[in-house]
């Protein structure tokens, strides 16, 4: 068996299923690398299935609520708003609902040096929070549709912005806090409820994320070629669950119905992601929870939570503290918001490579201070790594340059008899102590970290609109001169030239046709990807170059 030309086939393999997640991703699918599960853990939004009402409908295996009259849009763009915003974000709060319909990322710019808007409500994009209060005896009570009156607008002694919006249905009163610390993407929403009947029902608050289902949010050049390839729509995460994807494509199909709920005392949000930013409610553990998702009849999507409040006694308040995240998907930020919420940076299936690589290549950018310079550190030290593997690999392909007259005699010889010839080469590799799949093992086992790295440039939002030098001024996209792809185009064909040349005509072609393939797939890539893998095949280079004149010195003696 020729061992070569199967691990050609596997190298051909794997480009041919790079190629393929490409094209998905041009055609605005999810990448084979890292698309979210067709599946999930929320249960069908019944009332997206049924009477399309817009307020949602109580879970539980509770009966379910009269419908309301879905929400009037003209309501909410000429309903009064307020403005809540500290030093990096800025918020726009509707009367009509008191509801979250703008938030402007001030250190994410567009390409026009415009803050990102991550929250909208435009004709072309809506996408935004919300929430309110239902009941099984009684649906006409205060929830996102209705008029919020200002209470306060004001600044505490700590540099706190918070203000106040409450209003009061059939004697049950929602008071909504919002409050913004200085720095900080999380907004603190705090929701008071009282009510003076006499007979008081049992109250339920649900906090929504909307969003149309468009793929990516039009954001300028700095979102990348690759925008459509990374998870956009709902997430759940549960402490017994862990975190999970729902697919726009499954809501529409209602394949989201196995229930999903969260006990007292346990961790558990709910987020709309996209690519490099995310909203999310992260509810406090005081009260179970409900998950639900589903499509509201104007081409909306929700995803959102119950939590029962019980009876509210007349003359009480019950007082539910919930937090809003706002923001990039920053894993340093991330991770000290709530449990598994480092979760909504998706770097694929290979999660469990690329975040250590992310880490390392974190802290080395903590040193430089630039990511292509972090990146270039970050190939060398992998090279170190492999070292030993690519040295064996290098040897072994000397060796093979070594044997190279024998086997072209070796096949001249059995040219008719392919049998024979493998017998006659697999004896040669015996007794001169060569592995034939020694020169590919360093390729194969790179593949995962390549793929990792890839999935790392993509996630990373601190890889956006960063420079490197010169025409370099985003590694998030690829190359705008495309010089990067050809020069690693040239170093793979000088790579090749190392390498002994097969003895078959149809490999050697295939070996000479490969740094085009690879370069017209690269031309595509992220310039950082491109970065990484041009400088692994220059240390290549020389690392090979060397044991070649190593063994040209041995050979000549």
């Given at each position: 068996?020729?061992?070569?030309?199967t691990?050609?086939?596997?190298?051909?393999?794997?480009?041919?299923?790079?190629?393929?997640?490409?094209?998905?991703?041009?055609?605005?699918?999810?990448?084979?690398?890292?698309?979210?599960?067709?599946?999930?853990?929320?249960?069908?939004?019944?009332?997206?299935?049924?009477?399309?009402?817009?307020?949602?409908?109580?879970?539980?295996?509770?009966?379910?609520?009269?419908?309301?009259?879905?929400v009037?849009?003209?309501?909410?763009?000429s309903?009064?708003?307020?403005?809540?915003?500290?030093?990096?974000?800025?918020?726009?709060?509707?009367?009509?609902?008191?509801?979250?319909?703008?938030?402007?990322?001030?250190?994410?710019?567009?390409?026009?040096?415009?803050?990102?808007?991550?929250?909208?409500?435009?004709?072309?994009?809506?996408?935004?929070?919300?929430?309110?209060?239902?009941?099984?005896?009684?649906?006409?009570?205060?929830?996102?549709?209705?008029?919020?009156?200002?209470?306060?607008?004001?600044?505490?002694?700590?540099?706190?912005?918070?203000?106040?919006?409450?209003?009061?249905?059939?004697?049950v009163?929602?008071?909504?806090?919002?409050?913004?610390?200085?720095?900080?993407?999380?907004?603190?929403?705090?929701?008071?409820?009282?009510?003076?009947?006499?007979?008081?029902?049992?109250?339920?608050?649900?906090t929504?994320?909307?969003?149309?289902?468009?793929?990516?949010?039009?954001?300028?050049?700095?979102g990348?070629?690759?925008?459509?390839?990374?998870?956009?729509?709902?997430?759940?995460?549960?402490?017994?669950?862990?975190?999970?994807?729902?697919?726009?494509?499954?809501?529409?199909?209602n394949?989201?119905?196995?229930?999903?709920?969260?006990?007292?005392?346990?961790?558990?949000?709910i987020?709309?992601?996209?690519?490099?930013?995310?909203?999310?409610?992260?509810?406090?553990?005081?009260?179970?929870?409900?998950?639900?998702?589903?499509?509201?009849?104007?081409?909306?999507?929700?995803?959102?939570?119950?939590?029962?409040?019980?009876?509210?006694a007349?003359?009480?308040?019950?007082?539910?503290?919930?937090?809003?995240?706002?923001?990039?998907?920053?894993e340093?930020?991330?991770?000290?918001?709530a449990?598994?919420?480092?979760?909504?940076?998706?770097?694929?299936?290979?999660?469990?490579?690329?975040?250590?690589?992310?880490?390392?290549?974190?802290?080395?950018?903590?040193?430089?201070?630039?990511?292509?310079?972090?990146?270039?550190?970050?190939?060398?030290?992998?090279?170190?790594?492999?070292?030993?593997?690519?040295?064996?690999?290098?040897?072994?392909?000397?060796?093979?340059?070594?044997?190279?007259?024998?086997?072209?005699?070796?096949?001249?010889?059995?040219?008719?008899?392919?049998?024979?010839?493998?017998?006659?080469?697999?004896?040669?590799?015996?007794?001169?102590?060569?592995?034939?799949?020694?020169?590919?093992?360093?390729?194969?086992?790179?593949?995962?970290?390549?793929?990792?790295?890839?999935?790392?440039?993509?996630?990373?939002?601190?890889?956006?609109?960063?420079?490197?030098?010169?025409?370099?001024?985003?590694?998030?996209?690829?190359?705008?001169?495309y010089?990067?792809?050809?020069?690693?185009?040239?170093?793979?064909?000088?790579?090749?030239?190392?390498?002994?040349?097969?003895?078959?005509?149809?490999?050697?072609?295939?070996?000479?046709?490969?740094?085009?393939?690879?370069?017209?797939?690269?031309?595509?890539?992220?310039?950082g990807?491109v970065?990484?893998?041009?400088?692994?095949?220059?240390?290549?280079?020389?690392?090979?170059?060397?044991?070649?004149?190593?063994?040209?010195?041995?050979?000549?003696?």
């Open positions: 068996m020729d061992f070569k030309k691990i050609l086939w596997a190298v051909f393999s794997m480009s041919g299923l790079m190629l393929y997640s490409n094209w998905q991703v041009h055609e605005g699918k999810p990448s084979i690398f890292g698309g979210a599960p067709a599946n999930s853990t929320a249960p069908a939004d019944k009332s997206s299935t049924s009477n399309k009402a817009d307020v949602p409908n109580q879970i539980s295996g509770a009966p379910t609520v009269a419908a309301t009259p879905a009037n849009t003209g309501a909410i763009e309903a009064e708003k307020f403005i809540l915003k500290n030093d990096v974000l800025v918020l726009e709060i509707s009367a009509n609902g008191a509801n979250v319909i703008d938030a402007k990322l001030l250190k994410a710019l567009t390409a026009e040096n415009t803050p990102v808007e991550l929250f909208q409500y435009t004709a072309t994009h809506k996408y935004f929070a919300r929430s309110g209060l239902i009941s099984l005896n009684n649906n006409d009570l205060p929830n996102h549709t209705s008029t919020f009156k200002l209470v306060q607008a004001a600044k505490d002694d700590s540099g706190k912005h918070y203000l106040t919006l409450a209003t009061e249905r059939n004697g009163k929602l008071e909504k806090t919002f409050t913004l610390n200085p720095g900080s993407y999380v907004v603190e929403v705090d929701h008071r409820v009282s009510q003076s009947s006499a007979n008081a029902s049992p109250l339920v608050l649900y929504e994320l909307v969003r149309d289902g468009s793929q990516e949010q039009k954001i300028g050049p700095f990348g070629a690759f925008s459509a390839s990374t998870f956009t729509g709902p997430a759940v995460y549960t402490d017994k669950e862990k975190f999970n994807k729902l697919e726009f494509t499954a809501i529409d199909k394949k989201i119905t196995t229930p999903s709920q969260v006990a007292a005392g346990e961790p558990g949000w987020a709309m992601v996209q690519h490099y930013f995310a909203g999310a409610w992260i509810p406090s553990d005081k009260f179970a929870r409900d998950i639900y998702a589903g499509k509201i009849d104007n081409g909306l999507y929700r995803i959102g939570m119950q939590t029962p409040l019980g009876v509210v007349p003359g009480s308040i019950v007082v539910e503290k919930s937090r809003l995240f706002v923001g990039p998907q920053e340093s930020i991330l991770e000290t918001i449990p598994g919420f480092e979760l909504l940076k998706d770097y694929g299936y290979l999660t469990i490579l690329a975040k250590p690589i992310f880490w390392l290549l974190e802290k080395i950018h903590g040193y430089v201070g630039n990511w292509g310079w972090a990146i270039i550190l970050l190939t060398i030290l992998i090279k170190l790594v492999f070292f030993p593997l690519s040295a064996a690999s290098y040897k072994s392909m000397a060796r093979m340059k070594e044997v190279q007259p024998r086997l072209m005699a070796m096949r001249e010889q059995y040219k008719g008899d392919p049998q024979k010839l493998n017998q006659a080469m697999m004896e040669m590799y015996r007794k001169e102590k060569i592995n034939p799949l020694g020169g590919c093992l360093p390729v194969v086992i790179q593949i995962p970290v390549f793929i990792s790295l890839y999935w790392v440039l993509l996630s990373s939002v601190e890889m956006r609109g960063a420079p490197w030098v010169l025409w370099i001024h985003d590694l998030s996209v690829p190359d705008p001169y010089i990067l792809p050809v020069i690693m185009a040239v170093s793979m064909f000088v790579q090749t030239k190392l390498n002994p040349t097969p003895p078959d005509p149809i490999q050697a072609k295939v070996m000479m046709y490969m740094p085009i393939i690879f370069s017209v797939m690269f031309f595509f890539f992220p310039a990807l970065l990484y893998w041009v400088v692994n095949n220059l240390l290549s280079i020389a690392q090979q170059w060397q044991i070649n004149q190593i063994f040209g010195k041995k050979e000549a003696k």
